[in-house]
């Protein structure tokens, strides 16, 4: 059973333009919620991380949007650029030192 | 410099053969973890270890073994017994079981 649901699988995005990808979870207790982002050959690496007090974060370019009734959270990276190009993965885990659950990622192409 | 170190980057594993990863951190982090990677199917958890000397099964377990000896280091042994072991493996380490730093990885195939 997927605890965490992650779409699309692949986007392709005008640089210059926003690129959003979603993820979805069904266990209430899940409280954290990261996105890592992985080029080719690389291990993840943490993008940016939200908890469930606030609805939304912003970094830089990078944003994630918290619905919490819905049980859905979002990356949005505004004003894409090729060096955005990789795969990202949201996460999700409880408190109480429970490892990180996964989604199945998201490779972004972003073309000039 | 701090981080974790995965060696080696390229594996190759003969039929009926037992491989070791090697996973070894400096940040001093109490939790260590290895996924496996396969294309389309996300990070896949396969051990993980809060305190020396102690470690817990993942999602896909079986066929795999780790040992935790030391605090800096966590190897990850894929035994015979796992009949479809080519894919990418990653190693991590955390504090507070949160932030998870990640190696750069082994690409493991089958001869």
């Known amino acids: 059973q997927q605890q965490v649901k992650q779409s699309p699988q692949s986007l392709i995005v005008q640089k210059g333009g926003i690129s959003i990808i979603n993820c979805a979870y069904e266990?209430?207790?899940?409280?954290?919620f990261p996105w890592y982002q992985q080029f080719p050959g690389k291990g993840p690496a943490l993008l940016i991380a939200?908890?469930?007090?606030?609805s939304e974060k912003k970094e830089g370019r990078f944003t994630i949007s918290f619905n919490k009734s819905a049980k859905q959270f979002s990356l949005h990276i505004m004003d894409s650029q090729p060096g955005d190009s990789a795969t990202y993965f949201c996460a999700a885990s409880s408190a109480g030192n429970t490892p990180l659950v996964f989604g199945k990622g998201t490779r972004l192409s972003v073309i000039a | 410099d701090g981080g974790i170190t995965q060696s080696p980057k390229y594996l190759f594993r003969k039929e009926g053969q037992n491989v070791t990863l090697s996973c070894e951190q400096n940040?001093?982090?109490?939790?260590m973890y290895w996924y496996r990677q396969d294309p389309g199917q996300g990070l896949r958890l396969i051990y993980y270890?809060?305190?020396?000397?102690?470690?817990q099964k993942g999602d896909i377990a079986e066929g795999y073994s780790v040992s935790r000896e030391k605090k800096e280091s966590f190897p990850l042994t894929v035994t015979s017994a796992q009949k479809n072991p080519t894919a990418f493996y990653l190693c991590?380490?955390?504090?507070?079981?949160?932030?998870?730093?990640f190696g750069s990885g082994t690409q493991l195939s089958v001869l």
């Open positions: 939200i908890r469930p007090d606030v």
């Open positions: 270890s809060q305190i020396v000397n102690d470690f």
């Open positions: 266990n209430t207790a899940f409280d954290y």
């Open positions: 991590a380490s955390s504090t507070a079981g949160e932030k998870l730093f």
């Open positions: 940040l001093n982090h109490d939790a």
